[in-house]
């Protein structure tokens, strides 16, 4: 009976990305790559049956990720003039073209943002909750990529 309900619904697992053909052989260029968002990247690519290649020349695309900044700042302040409260902010820019440098994704800047108390009584405990909301930004960066990759496979 749930299945029905949630089959009518129109509620379905949200299964591989339909990435455009254009990047079935796909290069990524970044500044570092061995960041943790080019390794998420270069997982979820090749889970949706993109293959990697090390050579520029014999891609049929090149992401290239051209910028990817972290930024945290403070919030508000305790009456001792302590941070009580700070804005993670995580942004990615990215583009992708064909072999013949055509354009298959315009340059696209993705923003993300999450805040958080922090407690000087729980240091360790603040420390790797902010780890924690940065390796989720990550993920999340790199499914608004893919969602932004799928969206253009659509318009063609």
């Known amino acids: 009976m749930l299945v029905l309900l ?3 619904c129109g509620f379905h697992l949200r ?10 052989k796909t290069y990524i260029q970044a500044g570092n790559q061995n960041s943790d968002l080019i390794r998420s990247l270069k997982r979820s690519l090749k889970v949706n049956n993109i293959l990697l290649i090390e050579d520029k020349t014999q891609a049929s695309a090149i992401l290239t990720i051209s910028s990817e900044m972290r930024n945290k700042r403070i919030l508000s302040v305790d009456s001792r003039g302590r941070a009580r409260e700070y804005e993670l902010s995580y942004k990615v820019s990215f583009d992708v073209q064909d072999k013949s440098s055509n354009f298959i994704v315009t340059r696209q800047s993705l923003k993300l943002e999450r805040e958080f108390l922090f407690d000087t009584e729980d240091i360790l405990g603040k420390g790797r909750e902010e780890s924690t909301l ?3 930004m990550q993920q999340d ?3 608004l990529i893919l969602l932004r990759l799928q969206s253009v496979s659509h318009e063609r």
Do not use: C, F
């Open 15 to 24: 299964g591989a990305y339909q990435l455009p053909e254009s990047m079935a």
């Open 134 to 136: 940065i390796k989720d």
């Open 6 to 8: 949630m089959t009518s």
């Open 141 to 143: 960066m790199v499914r």
